[in-house]
C-alpha cells in the first residue's frame, strides 16, 4: 500500500452539478485538520483509518462506513505505522441526502456505520463510475445510495415512498430516455416536468420497472448494439451510435447483459445466421 489518491468528476446527470470521487491509498499520511462544504462519505477498504472527530476519536476498519457532515473539522491519518489505510470517498452536496426525507437536513449522530450491504453498493458504485463516470448513471445510482444512508442511519424522517401513477410516470421517462438515447436528459428535468422529487422519480421507475433509469436504459442501448452488430459495423463504432462513452463502456453492458463481448457477437452473428436474419447465437 503506497501513497496514492485519485479524484474523478462525475456529473449528475446531463449538465447537472458536479460530484467528486476519491480513491485513496496511504500508509503514512496524515491529514491536516479541515472540513468540507458537502458530506463526506467513505467506505474503508483496507487497513485502519483514525479519524479526528468532534473531540474524539473514530477507527474504520474494511467494510465500514463514514458521514462526516458539512463544515465538521476532522482530520485522518493511519491506525497503525505498518498496515496503512485504503478507502473510497464521495464528496455529496447537502440536498443529495435530504431528498428523501422531511425537514432538517439529515444528522448523524454516530459517524461511524455498520451496514455490509450499503458499504457494498457505495463501493461498488464509487468503482464503476470512477471508471466511467456517465452522468445518468451517476444520477441514477448516487442520489439512490444518498437517500438510502439517510433514511437508515441518521436522525431525519422518512418521506412517503408511495408514488401515485408510477407505472405512467416510468413509462414517460422510459419513453424520453428512448427518444435521446445518445445524449439523455437529466433524471432532475424529467423530475420537474413531471411535477417530482428526483427521489420520486427514481421511487416510481423502479418500482414499475424493477431497475433504475441507467439500467434501463443501458439495456436499452444493448438491444440497438446488437442490430447494428449484426449489419456489421465494429463494436467501437456502435459504441458511439448508441450513446455508451466508448468501447469498453459497451463491453461491460454487453457483457452483463448477453454473456459475452460485443466481438465476440459479431463474429458469431456474421458466420452463421438462421433463414430470416436471425443468428444462431441468440
Not at 16 to 38: I, K, M
Amino acid at each position: 500500500m503506497g501513497e496514492q489518491a485519485r479524484w474523478t468528476r462525475a456529473r449528475l446527470g446531463r449538465c447537472g452539478p458536479p460530484l467528486d470521487l476519491l480513491t485513496a491509498s496511504f500508509r503514512r499520511h496524515v491529514y491536516a485538520p479541515h472540513a468540507h462544504d458537502e458530506y463526506t462519505i467513505g467506505v474503508c477498504v483496507g487497513g485502519t483509518e483514525i479519524i479526528d472527530y468532534r473531540g474524539g476519536h473514530i477507527s474504520t476498519g474494511p467494510g465500514t462506513i463514514v458521514v462526516l457532515e458539512p463544515g465538521e473539522m476532522h482530520t485522518g491519518g493511519p491506525g497503525n505505522p505498518t498496515d496503512g489505510y485504503a478507502y473510497r470517498a464521495l464528496y455529496a452536496e447537502p440536498s443529495l441526502l435530504a431528498d428523501g426525507t422531511l425537514g432538517r437536513l439529515p444528522h448523524f449522530r454516530h459517524p461511524l456505520i455498520d451496514d455490509p450491504a450499503l458499504a457494498t453498493a457505495l463501493r461498488t458504485a464509487h468503482t464503476e463510475l470512477s471508471a466511467c463516470p456517465d452522468p445518468l448513471e451517476t444520477e441514477s445510482v448516487l442520489p439512490w445510495l444518498l437517500t438510502a444512508l439517510a433514511r437508515r442511519h441518521s436522525g431525519a424522517r422518512p418521506a412517503a415512498d408511495r408514488v401515485p401513477g408510477a407505472a405512467a410516470i416510468a413509462r414517460t421517462v422510459r419513453d424520453r430516455l428512448a427518444d435521446e438515447l445518445t445524449d439523455p436528459p437529466s433524471l432532475a428535468l424529467l423530475a420537474t416536468d413531471l411535477g417530482l422529487s428526483r427521489y420520486q422519480l427514481l421511487r416510481a421507475f423502479r418500482t414499475a420497472m424493477g431497475i433504475p433509469p441507467y439500467a434501463w436504459l443501458a439495456q436499452h442501448r444493448v438491444t440497438k448494439a446488437r442490430v447494428l452488430l449484426e449489419g456489421g459495423l465494429r463494436p467501437a463504432e456502435v459504441a458511439a451510435l448508441v450513446g455508451f462513452a466508448d468501447q469498453a463502456h459497451l463491453t461491460r453492458w454487453f457483457r452483463r447483459v448477453l454473456g459475452v463481448t460485443p466481438a465476440v457477437y459479431r463474429n458469431s452473428v456474421q458466420d452463421r445466421r438462421w433463414p430470416g436474419g436471425r443468428d444462431s447465437a441468440v
